[in-house]
């Protein structure tokens, strides 16, 4: 029987497929074509067979090397504690502009309370100004209640101004040329704001400095 046209074309493409194989998809086709591809055995030269690597190859530890370096060696060289009594304790203010001029000026406040605190540090200390090697600072503030505040508050925490850190940046500030060249050579520093006093008791601060020296020296060996 002979089929023409249209039947003829399907017939051949019905032929065509039967022929194909199937075609496989994804990991299965993956799969199948690693297991086909035999792996390389590298042999040496006498024949006989070396392992096949397992996974990831790693380097080979390598020896521990002790090598005898420098480091930095601190030395407290001095410290000094001073107290001082304030008419109010207060923090580092921003300089004010005179519109006048157009200058900046520190305001009187923060000029009086620096100009007291390097007073309290000579009082007690000889000057240091020099120093331009490493420095600690620690400070206290005890600030007494107001009148108007009930007696039970004595030993409360003081959550009242002015900021901690405001405290830290006069006294800092204050104490440059007099105990260390530049409050930038105070690498550590902490401000603790004391409980409330009694009224009628001054304000008092307790300033503590450290002076530290460092020497480069060589690792003893062990």
């Known amino acids: 029987m002979e089929l023409h046209g249209r039947e003829r074309r399907e017939a051949l493409q019905e032929g065509l497929r039967e ?4 075609r496989q998809h994804g990991p299965q086709r993956a799969a ?8 390389a055995v590298i042999r040496p030269n006498h024949g006989v067979a ?3 690597p397992q996974g990831r190859l790693q380097q080979a530890p390598q020896p521990v090397r002790r090598v005898h370096g420098m480091s930095w060696v601190r030395h407290r060289e001095r ?8 008419e109010k304790i207060v923090g580092k203010e921003r300089h004010r502009t005179d519109p006048r001029t157009g ?5 009187k406040q923060t000029r009086l309370a620096e100009e007291a605190v390097r007073k309290a540090y000579r009082a007690e200390h000889e000057d240091h100004g020099d ?6 600072v620690a400070i206290e503030t005890f600030r007494p209640l107001a009148k108007s505040n009930p007696k039970y508050w004595v030993g409360r925490a003081d959550l009242g101004k002015p900021d901690w850190d405001n405290i830290g940046k006069l006294v800092c500030d204050a104490l440059n040329g007099v105990a260390y060249t530049d409050d930038a050579h105070v690498v550590m520093g902490g401000v603790k704001k004391g409980c409330r006093t009694p009224y009628g008791t001054p304000p008092l601060a307790k300033v503590h400095i450290t002076h530290f020296t460092e020497e480069y020296v060589k690792e003893k060996k062990k």
């Not at 200058?103 to 305001?107: E, F, L, Q, S």
């Not at 120093?131 to 600690?136: A, E, K, L, R, Y």
């Open 32 to 39: 199948r074509g690693r297991a086909q591809r035999p792996r």
């Open 103 to 107: 200058r900046n000026y520190t305001p």
């Open 79 to 86: 410290s000094m504690t001073f107290k001082l009594e304030l």
């Open 19 to 22: 022929r194909q194989l199937p």
């Open 131 to 136: 120093f331009d090697g490493i420095v600690t």
């Open 50 to 52: 070396l392992p096949q």
